[in-house]
């Protein structure tokens, strides 16, 4: 067996560095992935920490990819936000993949809002439609919560009977229906990437339950649940993986679909944080 690196001290490590840089902590936390890129502009940011700067933070692959952890206010509520994830494809561990969210739970967050792009296989499907995902299918090749448990962390065999909170999803429903926005809901297949799909990639993805499909947010999502913390997702699908209608995908239209839809998504995750008040 590897020796495995001590990850409890490694967190508070981190935990304590950022706690050292902020006057307050917050409760709720934002992974800005595709579609909540504008989010930021509706952030006052009182902090903002490049991930270079972090103790034991991954190094971006990406070059003039510059990630941040961002503190500040989101209309009356304090949230921090991470601006730029890190993807399994670009070479991180799992472990890697979701240290942030390991941090976010030792500086006291309880509620996790994520998003990403995704191919729809769901017929119902649009470019550019909005997708509440209910739930989702782990089909990476190494799991977050592989090796050592840290009891301290959450338990061995977590449940994922409830990985995407009812409440925050009622509360989603309802703010896109008052304001008439088009919202789908589904599950979201979890896939390595960097590939896009084949036809029979997307027909079995489909098949086998799946709404739309990505290359993030699983790892995250399961590691916020065994750290106990209430999740929130959404997607914005970017390309369609319907029998028959598959059209060619590419990263430009997948960041154009994303893009058309990114005030619709940033408004809902808005409204759904101002509207609890232990958020
Ligand atoms: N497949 C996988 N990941 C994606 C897709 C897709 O079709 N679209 C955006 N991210």
């Known amino acids: 067996m590897k020796e495995e690196i001590n990850w409890l001290e490694r967190i508070n490590e981190t935990s304590a560095y950022i706690k050292s840089k902020v006057s307050q902590l917050p409760k709720t936390a934002i992974i800005l992935g595709t579609g909540l890129g504008e989010l930021v502009n ?42 730029g994830r890190f993807h399994f494809y670009e070479g991180y561990s799992m472990k890697e993949v979701t240290f942030p969210v390991r941090v976010m739970k030792a500086l006291g ?24 995902i209910t739930d989702h299918i782990n089909l990476f090749p190494e799991h977050p919560l592989h090796g050592k448990n840290y009891d301290e962390l959450g338990p061995r065999f977590p449940g994922m009977g409830h990985a995407y909170s009812e409440r925050l999803i009622a509360k989603a429903k309802e703010v896109a229906k008052d304001n008439g926005i088009r919202v789908v809901e589904g599950v979201y297949v979890g896939t390595q990437g960097p590939t896009f799909e084949t036809p029979a990639e997307y027909h079995y993805f489909h098949v086998i339950g799946g709404d739309a499909v990505g ?30 209608v598959i059209e060619k995908v590419s990263h430009e239209e997948v960041q154009k679909a994303a893009n058309a839809a990114e005030p619709r998504m940033s408004f809902i995750m808005k409204e759904i944080i101002n509207q609890f008040q232990e958020l």
């Open 215 to 244: 290359m993030s947010t699983v790892p995250e999502v399961i590691v916020a649940n065994h750290g106990g913390m209430e999740v929130f997702g959404m997607s914005v699908i970017t390309d369609l993986g319907v029998d028959g």
């Open 42 to 83: 509706h952030i006052d940011i009182t902090t903002a920490i490049p991930y270079e700067e972090i103790p034991n933070f991954p190094v971006s692959t990406v070059e003039g990819h510059k990630g941040r952890i961002i503190f500040g206010n989101l209309g009356d509520k304090y949230i921090m936000a991470m601006q």
């Open 109 to 132: 967050v309880k509620t996790l809002f994520v998003s990403n792009a995704a191919g729809g296989m769901n017929p119902n499907f649009k470019i550019g439609d909005l997708m509440i």
